[in-house]
Structures are given as structure tokens and as C-alpha cells.
């Protein structure tokens, strides 16, 4: 596999407590992403970094948060989470424009209650 | 806005028969992704198509794009049961992939 690793895999938490989720690459790449995917919308992002420190964001920012200090590692927080919030969340790593387009890690489950 | 249509959403199929996926975008592109995704995984790789008149085959499953028309198929060829699971396409907009819905495909054998 391409060296991407979510975790946790599973977590179910309480509305209005803060929650990170973290993304960690071995593949030394600058582009690294966090999609959410609810049924019947396919994958939407939330936000992305091209590089340490760098980051923007994506179609569904509003409650997240994202931190990239070292660019094998790209958090996800959520401030104060929602039940709107329970998805589930990839973290995805390339850049397009070659043969290998884009790698995405297992998932984290998330559960808000 | 960029906007991804898949169609259909659901397909049930005979295992042997023939069928195509069209995926649909509403802008300019000519990075086009197509998905495979398994109840409760990850996302896997199927084809990725960076140029116009793009066509890229494995196995069962052959895709294409025409970037003029705004419009990537997914056919497959003589359906098998292993090749049930979700489908997605995603056109590359300035690093950021915008997805279609997904399509869920059944193959009974």
C-alpha cells in the first residue's frame, strides 16, 4: 500500500466535545486532503494542505479545523462536534496530472451522540 | 460550480451482460478518476484518464474520457459477481477532486 494511515478507525463521541483525527504518510508528499463521505454525496472536502503549515479550505470547512506541522502528518479537529458530523472521514494524499492519481487511507467511522 | 452526474445511481445486472456507468461534469477538465469502493473500505484506484480520447482497460472494466463533451464512461464487459461495489468518478479541479454520487452496481450471478 501506499503508506497512509488513518487513526483512529472508530470513534463515537459526545456532541460538543473537541475530536482530531489524524492522517500519517510515509510517502514524503507534499498534497494531503480530508474528504468526508455521507450517503448519496459521494466524497466532499473539507480541507487540504500542499504543504507544511499550508493549508486551504475545501467545499465543507465550516466546524473543522486542520494543522499540518510535519509533512508525514495532517490533523483533523473538530472543535465542538455535531451530530451533522458523524461521517466518515478519509485522508487522501496526491496531486494529480500522473499515473498514480490519488491514495486514500481506511477511514475513521466517526459517531457523534 | 463543478458538478459530477453519475448515472445511474443503482444498477442490478446478470452476470455475462454488458453495461456502462457515464459520468458527467460541468466544467473544464481533463483529469477524470474513476473509483472503486467496497461496503465499509477504502477507496481503490481503478483508472486515472489525464488527456482527451483518454481509454484505459483492465480486466472487465474499460474506461474513457472526452474532456469536449464533458463525459468519462465505465463499461463493463461480460459482468462477474466479484465485480459488485460502488462506483465513483472524480474530475480534478485545481488539486481538489469534486465526486460524483456514486454508483452502486449488483452483479447476481
Known amino acids: 500500500d501506499a503508506g497512509i494511515t488513518q487513526s483512529p478507525r472508530h470513534k463515537v463521541t459526545e456532541t460538543g466535545t473537541p475530536v482530531t483525527l489524524r492522517c500519517h504518510q510515509t510517502?514524503?508528499?507534499?498534497?494531503m486532503y480530508w474528504y468526508r463521505q455521507d450517503p448519496g454525496h459521494g466524497l466532499r472536502l473539507i480541507h487540504y494542505s500542499y504543504g507544511v503549515k499550508d493549508t486551504d479550505k475545501g467545499e465543507v470547512s465550516d466546524g473543522y479545523s486542520v494543522s499540518r506541522s510535519k509533512t508525514e502528518d495532517f490533523l483533523l479537529t473538530l472543535e465542538s462536534a455535531t451530530s451533522s458530523q458523524t461521517s466518515v472521514y478519509f485522508c487522501a494524499i496526491g496531486s494529480g496530472g500522473d499515473n498514480y492519481g490519488y491514495t486514500f487511507g481506511s477511514g475513521t467511522r466517526l459517531t457523534v451522540v | 460550480e463543478l458538478k459530477v452526474e453519475q448515472n445511474p445511481l443503482f444498477l442490478s445486472m446478470q452476470e455475462g451482460k454488458n453495461y456502462t456507468i457515464y459520468c458527467n461534469y460541468s466544467t473544464t477538465s481533463d483529469r477524470l478518476y474513476w473509483y472503486r469502493q467496497d461496503p465499509g473500505k477504502s477507496l481503490e484506484s481503478l483508472f486515472v484518464l489525464l488527456s482527451n480520447g483518454a481509454v484505459k482497460q483492465e480486466g472487465r472494466l474499460m474506461a474513457s474520457l472526452d474532456t469536449k463533451a464533458r463525459l468519462s464512461t465505465l463499461h463493463i464487459t461480460a459482468a462477474v459477481h466479484d465485480l459488485s461495489a460502488t462506483y465513483f468518478c472524480a474530475v480534478d479541479s485545481n488539486y481538489q477532486l469534486i465526486w460524483g454520487a456514486g454508483t452502486k452496481l449488483i452483479i447476481k450471478p
Open positions: 510517502e514524503n508528499h507534499r498534497y
